[in-house]
């Protein structure tokens, strides 16, 4: 990898359950509130594609961190989601 993609910061993007539904907020920006998760994660996917190096970071309606999905050379400190991989079930709520 480049030491140019490195040099980058990186933008995280949360999916988080708010008081009006769902949300996705970049850090230091301003949320913007869904319907329902699914609807969150796939816009919180979509503007993180448009950036050079980004995370999105989805939360458990209690909070809690679920998973976190890279894009674009985000170091691989932690595990990397994509649409392929079986989603691990619990017993938490996500709605």
């Known amino acids: 990898m480049s030491d140019a993609v490195h040099a ?3 933008t995280v993007f949360r ?3 708010g008081e009006s539904g769902w949300t ?3 850090e230091g920006g301003e949320s913007t509130s869904y319907t329902s998760r699914r609807e969150a994660m796939r816009e919180a996917q979509r503007r993180a594609q448009a950036k050079a190096v980004a995370r999105v970071i989805v939360h458990y ?3 809690t961190v679920e998973r976190q999905i890279l894009f674009h050379g985000e170091p691989r400190s932690v595990r990397t989601w994509r649409s392929e991989d079986v989603q691990r079930s619990g ?3 996500t709605e």
């Open 8 to 10: 980058l910061k990186t």
């Open 15 to 17: 999916v988080m359950l």
């Open 91 to 93: 017993s938490r709520s």
């Open 24 to 26: 996705v907020r970049e």
């Open 61 to 63: 309606a209690d909070s």
